[in-house]
């Protein structure tokens, strides 16, 4: 089950499978297209799952055991690997919530997240090779995006599984938060971040945008009413 909420300009995706630990069945993946197809004029996106015990615990073995051949594992892969690109292209910012640990295909879809905020308690970890698999869903690549290539290849081929601090110092996690205080820590980020020029941001630290792109989100913002009537709010404040 997927929940979605909306709330002033954010959209928060919940993978909710308690029996599953949030894993990820093509179910799933039928309602995290339409969820995201709803989401989309939010400003900014938080993906979690449930609970407090799995973000999401990878794919679901019991329903993707019927996958048996190589076309068929291909066709498996390249619709969740264009979900997470989904998500990775969200226009605004992406925060991944992981409200418990995030292993295999789980942390693909956490690293395809712009930001990850995470509890103190959790695990994290690319450990498809105790099932002699690999990452499929665009998580090897993004993996070595953030922690450099001679990292992703120890940590995904190894099947290392970190803690918050460990993948912290890595630089695989950007906030480690204590658990007492994850819900309401996430939140408030996510709620800073749901503006539109948190999402010009976005687009202008991906790479290849150009000098000129960035000045000219810029002065649209500035000649936006929303700079205008903020001016005239710290003005009167100063005043």
């Not at 295999?104 to 994290?124: C, L, Y």
């Not at 090897?140 to 922690?147: G, I, K, T």
């Not at 790479?207 to 000649?223: E, I, M």
């Amino acid at each position: 089950m997927i929940d979605l909420e909306l709330d002033q300009g954010l959209a928060v995706i919940t993978i909710d499978r308690p029996h599953a630990r949030n894993a990820i069945s093509l179910a799933t993946m039928d309602e995290l297209e339409k969820a995201l197809d709803a989401a989309a004029g939010a400003r900014a996106l938080v993906v979690r799952g449930a609970g407090d015990r799995a973000f999401v615990s990878g794919g679901d073995l019991k329903e993707l055991a019927a996958i048996r051949t190589e076309d068929e594992a291909a066709a498996m892969a390249w619709r969740m690997r264009g979900i997470c690109d989904r998500i990775a292209g969200f226009p605004g910012p992406v925060i991944a919530a992981l409200n418990g640990h995030a292993l295999g295909g789980g942390a693909e879809v956490a690293v395809a997240a712009d930001i990850r905020v995470a509890a103190d308690d959790i695990r994290i970890g690319f450990n498809q090779t105790t099932l002699a698999i690999m990452p499929a869903w665009g998580g090897a690549e993004r993996l070595a995006a953030l922690v450099g290539r001679g990292r992703a290849l120890m940590l995904a081929g190894s099947g290392a599984v970190l803690d918050a601090a460990e993948a912290r110092q890595l630089g695989l996690i950007d906030r480690v938060l204590p658990r007492a205080a994850f819900d309401e820590g996430w939140r408030a980020l996510a709620r800073s971040l749901a503006t539109v020029p948190a999402g010009e941001v976005k687009r202008v630290v991906a790479a290849g945008t150009s000098a000129d792109d960035a000045v000219r989100a810029f002065a649209r913002l500035w000649a936006a009413d929303a700079h205008w009537a903020a001016a005239e709010r710290v003005l009167t404040r100063r005043k």
